[in-house]
């Protein structure tokens, strides 16, 4: 495990992983559940970010007020899950060090080959969270997750059938269903906290447009605004499904709608004038945008309104 200059470590296998813990070599390469409780593991085992090449899910019995969601704290001190997928860039100088798994499972992708399950895992947002984005679980959440870790756990331990791969599948699919239905109930009891980020979110989109960033960076992007709230993409999506029902892509586009009305209906500017000003390369591709959303072409709207 080789680190380049300012580059994070790459863990290509559970094998390397294990290393990389002061683990022995795992039982079976491609699936590995390594209980805490047994063998410690602090997540400053490895220096800095790394980049993993296999599924990660931790469940941590304890959060440090050093860790956020979002932009707020932990709302529940029970211990949360937290959920990183291959390729993606982990590791953080504000992860407290003294903190370790209870119980942390992983899953090589060429475990799930021949199932189903090698395409459903990647369609789990949450994988594609950023690490401080956890999963954080209620008293009865955890006793739920801690008996699946159990099953796995047993499962693994136990002698290898014809069966045991298959089971240990329905085991991690089952894992990953209770984990999805936390998830949304997570956007439901924390809905006080996203409005907050949903107003925080309007008066970026509002001051891009009053500062004129869209004439020097173009349309805004569901990264960019992402970025600038302290979110993953795909955290920022998921949360205006919970509140408005709709991914943050289509946000952006009613929010170009708006100001584009605006625009038409107070200013002498030409459609693509109005255009280059919302960020459009293309007047083009603002006209057809315009007409899929509101079934008028904007100089048709211009022509209504007055």
């Known amino acids: 495990m080789k680190k ?3 580059s994070p470590y790459k863990i290509e296998s559970l094998t390397d992983a294990h290393r990389a813990f002061g683990l022995p070599t795992p039982k079976h390469p491609l ?18 970010s790394h980049v993993l090449g296999f599924y990660k899910i931790s469940y941590k019995p304890k959060l440090s ?11 529940f001190d029970e211990g949360g899950l937290l959920f990183a997928a291959p390729g993606q860039v982990i590791g953080s100088s504000e992860n407290d060090g003294t903190i370790c798994s209870q119980y942390t499972l992983l899953i090589h992708p060429d475990f799930f080959l021949g199932y189903p399950q090698a395409k459903t895992i990647k369609q ?16 009865d959440e955890k006793e739920t997750i801690i008996e699946i870790f159990k099953m796995i756990e047993k499962e693994l331990n136990s002698r290898i059938d014809d069966f045991s791969q298959a089971v240990v599948i329905s085991q991690i699919e089952l894992l990953m269903n209770y984990a999805n239905r936390f998830h949304k109930r997570q956007f439901i ?14 008066d970026v989109l509002d001051q891009y447009f009053t500062n004129e960033t869209s004439l020097s960076q173009g349309l805004p992007t569901v990264s960019y605004l992402a970025e600038y709230l302290n979110l993953s993409p795909s955290y920022l999506s ?15 586009h009613d929010k170009l709608i708006e100001k584009a009305k605006e625009k038409l209906s107070t200013t002498n500017l030409s459609v ?19 007409k899929t959303k509101t079934n008028l072409s904007p100089l048709e709207f211009r022509r209504s309104f007055n």
């Open 124 to 139: 789990y947002g949450f994988f594609s969270y950023s690490t401080h984005e956890t999963l954080h679980l209620s008293e």
């Open 31 to 48: 699936v590995s559940l390594i209980n805490g409780a047994h063998t410690p593991v602090a997540m400053n085992a490895i220096p800095g």
């Open 4 to 6: 380049e200059e300012n």
């Open 238 to 252: 998921d949360m205006l499904r919970s509140l408005i029902g709709q991914n943050a892509q289509h946000y952006i």
């Open 272 to 290: 693509s004038e109005v255009a280059y000003a919302l960020g459009f390369e293309h007047s083009q591709s603002f006209s057809k945008l315009f």
């Open 189 to 202: 009891t924390r809905k006080a906290v996203n409005h907050n980020l949903l107003q925080n979110l309007e």
């Open 65 to 75: 007020g050093r860790l956020k969601y979002g932009q707020s704290y932990y709302d």
